[in-house]
């Protein structure tokens, strides 16, 4: 069973920065791609970034490409997120998930191509 736990969420002002981790418990081996999604209130959750399982490769949505960077440490099995130039419309819960498949390219963008979940990291940008 693989656990997935976000941390590092907060409050912070426009044009401050977050990082995000997020720490996968319960492989010893992991051949499987990383994403981070978010979710706003009252709509749906949608994707942010990817990071293939070698960490060789990575996907953004365009509404973060050049503010936010994705990295993992596979020595820890720990996923982050670093978000730079934050704006209110970052405002959401964040969540990271494991994808389905092992080995994708790739990397997949979309919620059903992912499995296990963690619970969500709150991150809230003021104006």
């Known amino acids: 069973q693989v656990q997935l736990v976000e941390s590092g969420g907060g409050l912070v002002q426009t044009g401050g920065s977050l990082r995000l981790s997020c720490a996968a418990a319960?492989?010893?081996?992991?051949?499987?791609?990383m994403g981070w999604f978010r979710q706003a209130p009252g709509k749906e959750r949608v994707f942010v970034a990817a990071?293939?399982?070698?960490?060789?490769?990575?996907h953004y949505a365009e509404s973060v490409k050049g503010r936010f960077t994705i990295s993992r440490d596979r020595a820890t099995n720990t996923v982050y997120l670093q978000m730079n130039s934050l704006k209110p419309e970052d405002t959401a819960v964040y969540y990271c998930?494991?994808?389905?498949?092992?080995?994708?390219?790739?990397?997949?963008?979309?919620?059903?191509?992912?499995?296990?979940w963690g619970r969500g990291t709150q991150v809230t940008v003021s104006s």
């Open positions: 319960g492989r010893t081996f992991n051949p499987y791609a």
């Open positions: 990071i293939s399982w070698r960490g060789d490769s990575t």
């Open positions: 998930a494991e994808d389905k498949a092992p080995y994708r390219t790739p990397v997949a963008t979309t919620t059903n191509e992912y499995d296990y």
